[in-house]
């Protein structure tokens, strides 16, 4: 046989033969092209490196995907994954095209995975990785750029960034909607999707399955009215397209701050923003907010109130449907009309005020007419239950009505509307507890004739017998019934028999008592279980009493945040009141903090750690909370430290809730630490949310410098620690005011002058001249946020406390107003 030879130019040809078939690796850039692919660590960047698209492998996982995350954030997060429910058992896979230019995935055996589902073909794809974390697919044949094939924006993993949308577009049918994650380590489907309802008017609604589990409410002119975390803030801006051909709901960022909102697994809607100082995501606010948002939660016609207790009730002219189930708190079966016939024997719309708009299986939306002329088309037909204005487009028209049973009814003074329900002229202004004590008088007015002086012994006895027992028994009378808002399940704090807190504390030996306050001493203990508690006791001498401790269960029972303190239960045996709270190994800051030797133990690092945690605490309890909470007592001494130096807010005994639109309270027990009190609170007993910002602002300056407000001295002038601090900013000398133990600690002096302005910026004398707690933390976290010249302190001599007769205190000529003993 004869031997064939092989030359160099021949074999260079059949190897440009063979590739033509074969995809070409490709490296690093934003966009490919045929014959090119991805495969194993080849990745796509985006022009400025924000997004980076390639393979990748869940930890604790086999399965490789393509995904998309971001390029410079330390730890991968991933916010877009193409073959989430069809995977690749490893990296023996390619991005690539086929011959109609649609985007697929490979597997090892040359099968294809996933397809971008593109509408015909291109002549020249392109596919591109954009700075917006969007993958395009192009065609450049037709000579626009932006005119998209496909792109990744419409079929989102379980994350929203900024200009994503989601919604529909009734041209094409898509239905743009977020998807779960299975779990943490498998990207498949999960249980959970986010979604906008177009249906009469736009809501975004969560669904577990078929299920509905949230509803956010109507989109109302440029805001979802009944959600306040989805409105207008500092970070971002929501944005609204409704017309005939589509309904999309997308936001923006402001100020170049990285954003996005991430359904879990677990179905909680969270809204994250990056820390380059910390390296880390800060979690802004959860979607849902407490178990009124838990749709229908009260069932049908019931209203939830959190604030209440119980928090469901019936709307007026219903009732239970099953009385048992409402008496033990089961809301399910919810509300039935009380007067059936209601159409035949009269009936009227009555106006609910301040009301998330409720949901129904049916529902019509109508925006050419007026409200008044909804009124009288409702009124001539009875098959509709209610109806409310809905200017969406804010021409003044537009109107809902509803034909079926109302469900997810909460009330919201603060974000709520106005909707009419139609109801039985009979029943008009009566509810389920004013027909109970109507009820409970007529008997009453039937009995006393019968009898006067039996029923007088009954009501002795009876008084008798409960007082007796009170005082025997304390806290097993009530146990903690002081709950606000949910269920008594839920909120219901364990009352620990008066044994085991004496034998957890040596009988409160003397040897176990960690510190005093306001409140009384605090004694550590351990329970039978081995877990330390601190458990804090009510003075006989101290001027707080009973509804300080009613203050402290009820608020702090309700609060959950990594900032705030535990409390696991109380203690009532007779005079003895007791409050029993998770330990603090580190105990108060000012233990530290005010200690020569102990405060090395604060390391820069340490105190910005802490600054961050009280701002973030605060923020929780001014708007996150389902409280609206003022704490009104913020010092160093109430913010504990755990074993790893975490900050926890304690001391809620002082604390107020802020009820619908109020903004401020008045009060003429002004009962908080001097040196901490804001000016507004200490003269004219004014306090509200921006109270505790001027006391955070205190003790903010108070870590820096290492030195306290209240009695501060120097040699210069009569200034307390704000008017020192004030004084060195004006006179450019505003480093003088660190601790020299942080001398050789701190990077760089910008980071503490930084910080040195935001506590000013707090103390400001006037209280609309503060920035809000949510402010404060972006002041703190953002590298690029311009920071506003400080105005003057409040309070910044101690003369213009202690010496009423001085004229130099700026506004303060006179105290008039009483401070209790602290």
Known sequence: MEKTEFTLPFLATCFLYLISFFPTPLKAEDTITPPQSITGNQTLISPSQNFELGFFTPRNSTYTYLGIWYKNIPKRTVIWV????????????????????????????????????????????????????????????????????????????????PRMKLGWNFKTGLNIHLTSWKSNDDPSSGEYSYSVDPRGLP????????????????????????????????????????????????????????????????????????????????????????????????????????????????????????????????????????????????????????????????????????????????????????????????????????????????????????????????ELGTN??????????????????????????????????????????????????????????????PCFDISIIEAATGNFSVYNKIGEGGFGPVYKGQLPSGQDIAVKRLSEKSVQGLQEFKNEVIFISQLQHRNLVKLLGCCIHEEDKMLVYEYMPNRSLDTLLFDEIKRSALSWQKRQDIINGIARGLVYLHRDSILSLIHRDLKTSNVLLDCEMNPKISGFRMARMLEGDQYEEKTKRIVETYGYMSPEYAIDGHFSFKSDVYSFGVLLLELLSGKKNKGFFHPDHKLNLLGHAWKLWNEGRGIELMDPLLEDDIPTPESILKCIQVGLLCVQEQPEERPTMSLVVLMLDGESVLLPKPKRPGLYSERCFLDTDSSSCGMLNSVTTLVEGR
């Not at 040359?110 to 969007?134: E, M």
């Not at 487009?393 to 009814?409: E, Q």
Request: aromatic share 14%; net charge neutral.
């Open 432 to 493: 389920i507890e004013d027909s109970n004590v109507e009820r409970s008088k007529r008997k009453k007015l039937i009995l006393l004739p019968v009898s006067i002086s039996v029923t007088s012994t009954i009501i002795v006895l009876a008084l008798w017998l409960i007082i007796k027992k009170w005082r025997r028994n304390g806290a097993e009378v009530t146990g903690i019934q002081f709950s606000v808002g949910r269920s008594r399940s839920e909120f219901e704090l």
């Open 82 to 161: 193409a073959n989430r429910d069809k995977p690749l058992f490893n990296y023996n896979g390619s991005l690539t095209f086929n011959n109609d230019g649609k985007l697929i995935i490979l597997n090892h055996k040359r099968i294809v995975l996933w397809s971008s589902n593109s509408s015909g073909s291109a002549r020249n794809p392109v596919a591109q990785l954009l700075d917006t974390g969007n993958f395009v697919l192009k065609d450049f044949e037709n000579g626009n750029s932006e005119k998209y094939l496909w792109q990744s924006f419409d079929y989102p993993s379980d994350t929203l960034l």
């Open 203 to 426: 809501q975004l609604f969560l669904q577990k399955g078929d299920k509905k589990v949230f509803r956010s409410g109507p989109w109302y002119v440029k805001q979802f009215k009944d959600d306040p975390v989805l409105r207008e803030n500092p970070v971002f801006k929501p944005i609204f397209v409704f017309d005939s051909d589509q309904v999309l709901y997308s936001y923006e960022t402001k100020d170049n701050i990285i954003s996005r909102f991430v359904l879990g697994e677990s179905g909680l809607i969270q809204h994250f923003t990056w820390n380059d100082y910390h390296l880390s995501w800060f979690s802004e606010f959860n979607v849902q907010g407490d178990q009124c948002d838990d749709y229908g939660f009260c069932g049908a016609y019931g209203s939830c109130n959190i604030k209440n207790s119980p928090i469901c009730k019936c709307l007026n002219g219903f009732e239970p449907k099953l009385m048992h189930e409402w008496k033990m708190l089961k809301w399910s079966s919810g509300c039935v009309r009380k007067n059936s016939r209601v159409c035949i024997n009269g009936d009227v719309f009555k106006k609910f005020t301040g009301m998330k708009l409720p949901d129904a299986v049916e529902f019509h939306a109508n925006y050419s007419i007026s409200i008044d002329q909804c009124e009288a088309e409702c009124s001539k037909n009875c098959s509709r239950v209610a109806y409310a204005k809905l200017d969406i487009n804010a021409s003044g028209k537009g109107c809902i009505t509803w034909f079926d049973d109302l469900f997810d009814i909460r009330e919201d003074f603060v974000n709520g509307q106005d909707f009419y329900l139609r109801v039985s002229a009979s």
